[in-house]
Each structure stands twice: as C-alpha cells, then as structure tokens.
C-alpha cells in the first residue's frame, strides 16, 4: 500500500506470481479433462521437471512441507528419539512430536548455524534412530561429517532442506545428501506453489513407498498397505509450479542482486554483521540475516521496532528457538546451557526484506535505516 511520502509498507518477502493470462491455458487444461488431483498429468509433469532442474533422481510432490516431513519419517519408521536443531521454523520439531518422536536439541555452529557436527555424538543413546538437521536459510549442513557420524551410529540422515531449492554444495545439488530432503513450496518460499512441498529420494523403489504413504497407502483399488495420509499435491498447485519453473533462474538472478546490493551497503557499518555464504555452494538467497552486535548503536530490539516504525516488516528467523515453546521447553535438550550458540544468534539477528519486485531503492532505504 502506497503511502503519502510515496513509500509503501515492506514485508521480510513477498510471494512470486507469473502473469495471470499466462496460468489460464494451464486452468483451461484441468477445465477439460477434469482431473483435480490424485497424481494427474501436471503432478507428473512437474515431478519430472523438478528432477531436471534440481539435479536428483526422483522427488515425490506433497501438499505441503509440513506433512512432507511426517511422511519422511513414517517412511523410514523413525522411532525413539531424533537429534534435530532448536534453531529453525517449529515445523521441523513438530513433525518429530506427530510421530511420537522425542526430539533431542543439540546446539548450532556459529558459522552456519545449522546443527554443530562437533556436538552430534554426545546427544546419541540407544534410542536415537535419525539426525534431522535444517539447511537454515539454504547454508549447507557439514554435510559430509554428519554423514560419517549417521554411518558410524547406524542412524537415519532426513534434511529438511525446506530452504534449500536450488543450492549447490560441492558441484553438487544439496538435496542429494542424506537419506531424504524434504523441501518446502510455500508461498513465502523461493519457489513456490501457494502451498506444496516435496520428498526428494534416493532410488524408485523409496517413491513408491512414499508415493503409497501420501495417498492414504493405496497400491491398487483393493490393498492398503499402510496407515497413509492425504498429502497430495493437487493439479492447480502443480500447474503452477510448472509456469513458476520458467522464471526461477530470473528470480534466483534477482536475489543474487539484492543480497550483493546490501552486503554493499552494510558490511561497514559498525556492530552489523551481514551472514556470509558458504563456501563452495551456489546459494539461493532465500533469506538475508544479518546479526546485530553489541557494538551497534541500538540493540536488535531496537533496529526491528524502528524498522516497523518506518513500516518495513522485517522478521528475527529464528527468535524464539523452538526449544522455548511450551510443548518443547521441558525437554532437558531444550535447557539454555546446551544451547548457547543458538540462544546467542536468535538474540542478535533479523532478516531482511528480500524478494524480486525488491527495488534497489527500497534496499538503499533499508539500508539507510540501519546505517543511521
Ligand atoms: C525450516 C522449515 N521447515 C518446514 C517448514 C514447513 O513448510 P510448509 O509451510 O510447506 O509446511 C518451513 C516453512 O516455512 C520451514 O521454514
């Protein structure tokens, strides 16, 4: 909305939308052949599609990220308890609890703020059966040592990457390590569906089995194989991600941009740390933390409330830690002295407005707002 000044309110994203004529030959297919969902044409087509574009074997479509991570974890029948990090959106240790899953917090790196390698093995006990870490803000995991301690435990690895469409590690798409990544469609997401979410899988013979656990356990007309759930992704959703496909190069160019554009802008200013990228990976730029230091001129409370106050609406991803929420904070995981590097990052960041339509002077205005 346009205010008298000539500025307009800013949101920490905004969703992606392809032109609306553009999406109506995609309708006028589902018009007329009448198939709404339960794996049509379109699920197919873009099933294949992100295979391509990703750079994996095969991906199962789901409804959403949410039900996308429960599934996971019934597929490989996760029990006990599940290592994961407090430091990410509640969705992740929420799939854990519709499980029945203890989730075990263990701190973050402080460089990547994803689930420290150094810290995994003392969390292990006899009921582990899975690590579940997050690629926050699609920076790759240490990906490689927390293989080696999965390997050595004989634990399970589910990524949820629901950051991560589109990173490489290594020369190699992110979402191939691990048992299985799950990745997120959501409307604030890189690439998004309105909602939608995916399995990415290793071999067929793994699809199939989530393909039955997403469509109540069906194999055929008569046999039920499994206490599956409804996550399928419906036709529109799907046709949409089709036509959203066309312009994501466009979209992750775009962001590229905005992120070279503030790290500009604020890596001089005092007490302000813009959170650097992981080597060898091509990001994404789904989000732009920066960390506000002890050493700037307002604390980070301060910096999001005059934010507001200029109707820039910025969010502190991830503050509160998920360990603090009612149904986590009795874990003895969850207690602040396991968790100090994750307390201190959720105290010191705020992640910037970020998102194609972002206009360079809206970013020199951000910026401007910081650096003053
Ligand atoms: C790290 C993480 N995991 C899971 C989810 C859940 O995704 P969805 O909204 O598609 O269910 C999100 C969503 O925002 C997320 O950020």
């Known amino acids: 909305m346009k ?13 992606v939308l392809p ?16 198939i709404l969902t339960n794996s049509g044409p379109f699920h197919h087509e873009l099933e294949q599609a992100l295979c391509e574009y990703l750079g994996v074997k095969h991906l199962c479509l789901f409804a959403n990220a949410t039900i996308a991570l429960i599934t996971a974890l019934q597929s490989l029948r996760i029990n006990g308890e599940v290592i994961t990090t407090p430091y990410s959106f509640v969705a992740t240790a929420h ?10 917090f263990v701190d973050i790196d402080p460089v990547t703020f994803n689930l420290d390698a150094d810290k995994i093995e003392a969390a292990i006990t006899p009921q582990t059966s899975a690590i579940m870490p997050v690629h926050c803000y699609g920076r790759p995991c240490d990906v490689d040592r927390i293989q080696k301690i999965a390997d050595n435990y004989g634990l399970k690895l589910i990524y949820d990457a629901a950051h991560a469409f589109g990173v490489q590690y290594h020369g190699n798409s992110l979402l191939n390590f691990g048992d299985l990544s799950i990745l997120s469609f959501h409307a604030t997401k890189v690439f998004n569906t309105f909602e939608g979410g995916a399995i990415v ?26 206490p599956g759930i409804n996550g399928k992704m419906s036709e529109f959703n799907a046709a949409l991600g089709l036509l959203q496909l066309k312009g994501i190069d466009a979209v992750l ?4 941009k905005i992120a070279t554009q503030y790290r500009s802008r604020l890596e001089n200013v005092t007490g302000i740390t813009c959170v650097g990228d992981i080597a060898d990976s091509k990001p994404n ?9 002890a050493d700037y001129v307002m604390s980070r409370d301060a910096l999001f409330q005059k934010l507001r106050e200029h109707e820039i609406y910025a969010r502190r991803y991830f503050y509160p830690l998920i ?7 009795g874990l003895p995981s969850a207690s602040h002295q396991n968790l100090p590097v994750a307390r201190e ?18 970013v020199d205005r951000i910026a401007d707002l910081i650096a003053h």
């Open 3 to 15: 205010k008298t000044d000539g500025t307009s309110s800013i949101y920490v994203t905004q969703p």
């Open 285 to 293: 730029h789904s989000y732009f933390p920066i960390l506000v230091e």
């Open 345 to 362: 990052i959720a105290s010191k960041v705020i992640c910037l407005p970020i998102y194609p339509d972002l206009s360079e002077a809206d």
């Open 95 to 104: 799939s854990l609890l519709w499980n029945g899953i203890k989730p075990v």
């Open 323 to 329: 360990s603090d929420f009612p149904m986590y904070r």
């Open 19 to 34: 032109a609306l004529e553009e999406f109506m030959p995609y309708l006028e297919k589902i018009w007329a052949n009448k």
């Open 201 to 226: 899988c290793p071999d067929a013979k793994t699809k199939q089995h989530i393909d039955h656990l997403k469509n109540f356990g069906f194999v055929d007309e008569v046999t039920v194989v499994a």
């Open 253 to 256: 160019d775009a962001r590229q």
